[in-house]
């Protein structure tokens, strides 16, 4: 919800008003998570990560999230870059040794990761809080801050502070570029800046970050493909070396088409022409401070030409029914459990239409049928259903001829062009809630349409009329199919395959797109779009996924 899906929205948005796109998406790989699951799993961390990436892109490409290609952060060309990086870091003075106090766990025999340490936070109170922030109030922390700490893998409390040397970015002294840079992104969500902002100035400001750990799996501290002297048997830290990912994926992306660097190099190198890309990236909350500092931090320091995000889309939590989603407790409905009891575009709609951007949402049973029941199968799936097969049943499955628009067609062209035009506007300001009612609002439209003119009640009097709002209300299918594909791309292409359309443009100029399917074009009844929740569907879901179990 706060990253895949709504870029994969804006992407296929993009598309749609002919723009050129890339977008990228990667499984975050390396880190103390992949060790303990591949553990669990009995299999070796490689192995484990290679199968959990297949699975990912089974349940992306489930949920139609058209990735131009879905990387892994433990790739050879994120391990080059993210080597290359640090090593230009070193040479300019931001990286530097230090030699630390970190937690070790008697109990697990090892160094803990800073997130596999918790506690109360200091802040706030919370006492689930992380050893390297608190997700409850985005406070940065050490363990050491934490009350109470704990090892999240074992639950042990005989931690112990033992002497370890680290790489650290000296993010302290990129403050005052970064304060510039977050000045002049005026047009950010108010959630992006307020985060990256408090992380800057909250406190002492900025801190330096440790960019390596003690783990045997990630991407080997080494300077020029040498060990890093000191450094032997550590990598780089993950929220170091994950980011970096989003430009070795594209590096990834070439590579598997048969590209060359210039054809990757070229979005992201402002010296080869990345001066004229719009890169905008989509995260949860938790992840901003990340993204707007800490990355930033390293592509500034490098001294190399890199493109830096222009727009950072951020959102707040979906919760589930009055608590938050629990996998160890089977509490919320996941990924592969949706696909298993509704197609994808029902999903899609309910959580593109719901996005937590001002404020967190939560998902209930009884509001996905509602939106689903009214707003997909009563005023788009019923539009679609009773044109056709009104046509179908009075004209023959052909678009009918005769009959001339009047005053009510116009108001209707005017009306629809304006909702069109604000719709765009909510889409190229990633005002993901605010574009969904504004579709909705163009899908009643042609229902409202629809009961007015009554082609129904013309047809026993004037079939010229009646078939001149019918083929007028025929070709406003094709119209949803295009605007609604970014939202619900299934359901766009059935629209468009019963249509016989096999392509459609964007609808700029409403009244031609309106009178583009000209008399005598073939098309079909589509299958129901949409079939409506039932109240024993709900209720049986509501129980099946409510948690409880292991």
Known sequence: ???????????????????????????????????????????????????????????????????????????????????????NLHAAGLIEEVTEKQVYSRADGRFLPDRYIEGTCPNCGYDKARGDQCENCTKQLDPADLIDPRSTISGATDLELRETKHLFLRQSRMRERLNQWIDAKTDW???????????????????????????????????D?????????????????????????????AAAHGLGDTDWQRWWRTDLGADDVRYTQFMGKDNVPFHTLSFPATLMGSGEPWKLVDYVKSFN???????????????????????????SDYWRWWLLSHAPESSDS???????????NKDLADVLGNFVSRVTKFCRSKFGAEVPQGGSPGPREEALI????????????????????????????????????????????????DPDTAAMQIRLALNLIPVYAVLSAPFIPDAGAAMLAAMNVPDAG??????????????????????????????AQREDWQVRFAGGRG
């Open 317 to 343: 939590y979906l919760n589930y029914d009055g608590g938050q989603f629990s996998t160890s407790q089977g509490r919320g409905v996941f990924m592969d459990d949706a696909l298993d009891i509704l197609p």
């Open 414 to 461: 005017a009306d629809l062009t304006a909702k069109i035009r604000a719709f765009e506007a909510h889409m190229d300001a990633i005002e993901i809630r605010k574009a969904a009612a504004a579709l909705r609002a163009i899908w009643v439209v042609g229902n409202e349409y629809l009961q007015e003119a009554a082609p129904w009640a013309a047809f026993k009097e």
């Open 189 to 223: 969500p108010v959630l992006t800046t307020s985060i990256a902002r408090k992380w800057l100035n909250d406190g002492d400001g900025l801190q330096d970050r440790g960019i390596t750990r003690d783990l045997d799996w990630g991407i080997p501290v080494q300077f």
């Open 225 to 253: 493909g040498a060990p890093w002297s000191g450094m032997e048997g550590k990598v780089f830290y993950v929220w170091f070396d994950a980011p970096i990912e989003y430009i070795a994926c594209a590096a990834e992306w």
């Open 506 to 535: 964007w609808p700029d100029d409403v009244p031609a797109a309106l009178s583009a399917l000209p008399a005598g074009h073939a098309f079909a009844v589509p299958d129901v779009l949409f079939a409506k929740i039932t109240d």
């Open 1 to 87: 919800m706060g990253s895949q899906l709504p870029a994969d929205l804006f992407a296929r948005y993009l598309r749609g008003r002919g723009h050129e796109v890339v977008y990228f998406c990667a499984t975050d790989e390396h880190g103390t998570p992949a060790e303990l699951a591949a553990a669990k799993a009995g299999e070796p961390v490689a192995d484990y990560c290679a199968r959990m990436h297949g699975v990912q892109k089974a349940l992306s490409d489930g949920f139609r999230l058209s990735f131009d290609h879905f990387g892994r952060s433990s790739s050879p060309e994120n391990h080059r870059l993210t080597q290359h990086l640090a090593a």
């Open 362 to 372: 939560e998902f209930t049973w009884e509001n996905f049928q509602t939106s689903v």
